[in-house]
């Protein structure tokens, strides 16, 4: 079946420009993450929700950050005023439903490359 | 925040050596997971651990999540090509608690 995906693949833009970032989870994962990566880091985690609401947007750096999921699928990470150092990768996962507090594989989309002159 | 140091940062082996890579944390983690990224893919699950002192197995890849639960290692054994990439241990710090917490990642480069 589809896996995650995330388009655009590559967004290009410059320094105070508005991007959005799209996210389409597979179907029937209820819980969606974003995370964003540096050029030699591993992942951090952004924002998580579970359904329509986010369950803990404790790794937004900024209020320049926002994402939003209005019908518990697609999500969409907004980004406002961008600067040169937003530039990453912004990867998207989602998960079965949660069971018993336990860990539910988190499946990983190919990323959106932002870079921001 | 909270950090996993993962080491080494890089690899270059030749093919059919096994490696070696650890992880470990100020925080403990109530779950270890092992991921492979290729280029321009996101991360793949290969292995998770559960309990403190959990080895577990898939294939030619062995983890052990430590009995301190601050740390984690993933050997593989019998090197092949197509083992290259990068590959990042990650922690989930509590129970209910959905975030990953990833290390910086192992370069591995194999030499046929």
């Known amino acids: 079946g589809a896996g995650v995906s995330q388009t655009p693949s590559n967004k290009v833009t410059e320094k105070g420009k508005y991007v959005e970032l799209r996210c389409d989870p597979i179907?029937?994962?209820?819980?969606l993450y974003w995370y964003r990566q540096s050029l030699g880091q591993g992942p951090e985690f952004l924002i998580y929700?579970?359904?329509?609401?986010?369950?803990?947007d404790s790794g937004l750096p900024n209020d320049r950050f926002f994402a939003v999921r209005p019908e518990g699928s697609v999500s969409t990470l907004k980004i406002q005023r961008t600067e040169r150092g937003d530039s990453a990768v912004y990867l998207c996962?989602?998960?079965?439903?949660?069971?018993?507090?336990?860990?539910?594989?988190?499946?990983f989309g190919p990323g959106t490359r932002l870079t921001v002159l | 925040g909270q950090q996993l140091n993962q080491s080494p940062q890089s690899m270059f082996i030749q093919e059919g050596e096994d490696v070696s890579m650890n992880c470990t944390s100020s925080?403990?983690?109530?779950?270890w997971l092992w991921y492979k990224q290729e280029p321009g893919e996101g991360p793949v699950l290969l292995i998770a651990l559960y309990k403190a002192g959990e080895l577990t197995s898939n294939g030619r890849l062995t983890a052990q999540f430590g009995i301190t639960r601050k740390d984690s290692f993933l050997n593989i054994s019998a090197s092949i090509p197509s083992d290259v990439g990068i590959y990042f241990c990650?922690?989930?710090?509590?129970?209910?608690?959905?975030?990953?917490?990833f290390g910086q990642g192992t370069r591995l480069t194999i030499n046929p």
């Open positions: 179907s029937g994962h209820t819980a």
């Open positions: 929700f579970q359904g329509t609401g986010a369950a803990d």
């Open positions: 925080s403990i983690f109530n779950t």
């Open positions: 990650a922690g989930q710090l509590g129970k209910g608690a959905q975030k990953l917490v």
């Open positions: 996962a989602s998960s079965l439903p949660l069971a018993g507090g336990g860990v539910n594989e988190q499946f």
